[in-house]
Each structure stands twice: as C-alpha cells, then as structure tokens.
Nanobody
Framework: QVQLQELGPGLVKPSQTLSLACTVS????????????WSWIRQPPVKGLEWMGV???????YYSPSLKSRTSIARDTSKTQFSLQLSSVTPEDTAVYYC????????????????????WGNGTLVTVSS
C-alpha cells in the first residue's frame, strides 16, 4: 500500500518561497516505478483543483505553463521523497497542496483529472499572509 504525506510550513509570507516535501512510503521513486509519475496539485479556497507539475523517477519534470516560471520539483537521493518549491508567493497562492501518484503516460505532460491519480496525500493547507 503506497502512502503519500505532505510536509511543510502552514504559513508563508508574501514574496517568500513556499517549500513542501512529499514522503512516499510503501513504494519508491525508482525505475521499478517507471510507469508512474509524481505530481503536485493544489486547491485554492472555493476553487477547483489545479495541477502544478510532475516528476518521474528519472528526474524528468513538466510544469503548468501558468506556474512554470515560479515552480521547481525535485526528488531526493533516497528516492522516497519529492519536493515542491514555489517562489515569489502571493496571497493567491493560498491553497491546500496535495502530492499524488499517477500513471506516467497519462499525467506526465499536463496533469489530468483526479481519476488519473491512484494515490494522494491528505493535503496540507498553506496560507500566504504577512
């Protein structure tokens, strides 16, 4: 059973960088999981889900065009954690942030609807406020 958990601060000041980590248990971001890709998705208050970007086991990444200039996703050498950095945040970046696993073929380049993801973290609320 794969489990994902988001970790990070709940409050970030405007103009700072939001940093989150997603810990993967029951699996790893390695070649044995080459069919999968690991995404960050967020949901602002009273809005829908927004796909932010994705990373595969080999380090290949894709980002949402609207967030590409501010977003960076990486995986660590332990292969059991991947991270999100979102720079120059504003209050509009306040959201519940989720990490999720999806099939690489379906989700690698542009995300997709929630049904394409088989495992999700519980989500973590990040508020951008001074």
């Amino acid at each position: 059973q794969v489990q994902l958990q988001e970790l990070g601060p709940g409050l970030v000041k405007p103009s700072q960088t939001l940093s989150l980590a997603c810990t993967v248990s029951g699996g790893a971001i390695t070649a044995s999981a080459s069919y999968y890709a690991w995404s960050w998705i967020r949901q602002p208050p009273v809005k829908g889900l927004e796909w932010m970007g994705v990373i595969a086991y080999d380090g290949v990444t894709y980002y949402s065009p609207s967030l590409k200039s501010r977003t960076s996703i990486a995986r660590d050498t332990s292969k059991t954690q991947f991270s999100l950095q979102l720079s120059s945040v504003t209050p509009e970046d306040t959201a519940v942030y989720y990490c999720a696993r999806g099939l690489r073929l379906a989700t690698m380049s542009a995300g997709g609807p929630p049904k394409l993801y088989d495992y999700w973290g519980n989500g973590t609320l990040v508020t951008v406020s001074s």
